[in-house]
């Protein structure tokens, strides 16, 4: 059964660093494209960042220099490192993998676009606040 578990969501402090991960059990992760998206009430999920199977990364524009998206495939896992985090990266942040993965690599829009990812975890709460 295909599974993922996020882990690491907290309350922190502006300014600060978490590590968020994603473990995925019941297929191989690198063949997958993956991504981390985050939700906050009355919005939809916006995409953060992404981990096509070939390697590419992109990320949304509000984590470009900040957030870098790593797969470790010995750990069958996505991580999200977030760094000088803000009150505006609050959310429940969900962890999502698909197969469908045609053109991903290739555009940013594809490779964030919430419709093209078949599963989902349950998602992991970031509090920034002071």
């Known amino acids: 059964q295909l599974r993922l578990v996020e882990s690491g969501g907290r309350l922190v402090q502006p300014g600060e660093s978490l590590i968020l991960s994603c473990e995925a059990s019941?297929?191989?992760?690198?063949?997958?494209?993956v991504a981390w998206f985050r939700q906050v009430p009355e919005k939809g999920r916006e995409g953060v960042a992404c981990?096509?199977?070939?390697?590419?990364?992109f990320y949304g524009d509000s984590a470009e220099d900040r957030f870098t998206i790593t797969r470790d495939d010995l750990k069958n896992m996505v991580s999200l490192q977030m760094n000088g985090l803000k009150v505006e990266d609050s959310g429940v942040y969900y962890c999502?993998?698909?197969?469908?993965?045609?053109?991903?690599?290739?555009?940013?829009?594809?490779?964030?676009?919430?419709?093209?990812?078949?599963?989902w975890g349950q998602g992991t709460q970031v509090t920034v606040s002071s």
């Open positions: 981990f096509t199977n070939n390697g590419v990364t």
């Open positions: 999502a993998a698909t197969l469908r993965t045609s053109l991903m690599s290739y555009t940013r829009t594809v490779c964030l676009k919430e419709s093209r990812y078949d599963d």
């Open positions: 019941g297929f191989d992760l690198s063949v997958y494209a």
